[in-house]
């Protein structure tokens, strides 16, 4: 296949924008489809102890959700 990137378990098959934040579309061992983003948890990130976590969804409409949840959050 063409432009693929695998991280461990997760094969990556495109990677897109959304809201400002890279989102990558792919798969597991298992054939799965998941949306995986990347989270800065921490006061700014600019923050030294800030902590970055993977985010996995099976639907695009729960990734949507969450982050206009956590942009709401993390802008007020």
Do not use: H
């Not at 991280?7 to 597991?28: C, P, S």
Request: aromatic share 14%.
């Amino acid at each position: 296949m063409r432009d693929v990137t695998i991280f461990g378990n997760f094969t990556v098959l495109e990677t897109f924008m959304l809201n400002g934040v890279q989102v990558d579309k792919g798969f597991d061992e298992r054939l799965d489809i998941f949306y995986r983003i990347n989270l800065c948890i921490g006061n700014s990130a600019d923050d030294v102890n800030a902590l970055f976590i993977d985010c996995y969804y099976r639907s695009i409409a729960d990734l949507k959700r969450d982050l206009k949840d956590y942009i709401w959050v993390n802008q007020s």
